[in-house]
């Protein structure tokens, strides 16, 4: 029914102008007028002209890009996407969410340059009565760190180092975070919190990045999708010795 309206106003729109403009020349008409009913009808015809054009691609085509922007709205709605940072260590607001519950469960290879950034905030959360869990790769598993040695480009003695290492370093900032160890390799990282997470990406170049993305993520499909990751691993691992 909208369509046909459009038509019919767009073409009795141009037919208009079209005569107007016929009428401009004939003979007998007075020149003012003939200008002012050629004028008239060029305005006319290129409106009619133009309501037909809208109707046929400019219309349908905004249609097209505000469904799609409602569409893509709404996967990110329903994700729990809260914002997408260039910089996983430096975007995310680390501090408010430490702040935001007493509940930390990370996921990681060893995480040494989260590890020095916020030890600070591990302390201040462990201080308060934070509960912190962190799962890391098997250093013992022969298979798991030949894959983590070929992903980070390193030496198969300096993944073990690097992982026994952060145990240690978790262990001395505060006794009671509990640290357990998981045979196979990571394929992503991602930090727990009780009602937020942080997960990024992890590179195959076998090379250090200037920046690694993150996400932060709130309740919605992608939060479940990291329970279930995290209940999953806590199958898999053992208490680290």
Partial sequence: MTNRSIWILGGGITVI???LMWASGLAGV??????????C????????????????????????EILAKAKLSEDLVRSGV????????KGPDWSGLFASGSRLDMFVSWGRTWRTAERSRVEEFMRRGGRMRVFLPDP??????QMLAARFNMPMDEVQRSITAAVADYRSI???????????????????FERHA???PYNHAGQRRRSV????????????????????????????P
């Fill in 17 to 19: 102008g079209l005569a």
């Fill in 30 to 39: 007075n020149l003012q007028w003939g200008a002012l009913l050629s004028q």
């Fill in 41 to 64: 009808g060029g305005a006319l015809f290129a409106a009619g002209v133009i309501t037909v054009g809208w109707d046929l691609l400019g219309r349908r085509a905004l249609a097209d």
């Fill in 82 to 89: 809260l914002s997408v940072e260039t910089d996983f260590y």
């Fill in 140 to 145: 013992d598993d022969e298979q798991t760190t």
């Fill in 174 to 192: 505060d006794a009671r975070i509990e640290v357990f160890l998981r045979r196979g390799q990571p394929m992503h990282t991602f930090y727990r």
């Fill in 198 to 200: 942080v997960m990024a």
């Fill in 213 to 240: 993305p993150g996400f932060v993520v709130a309740a919605g499909t992608l939060l479940e999708f990291l329970d279930q990751e995290l209940e999953s691993i806590e199958e898999q691992s053992r208490p680290a």
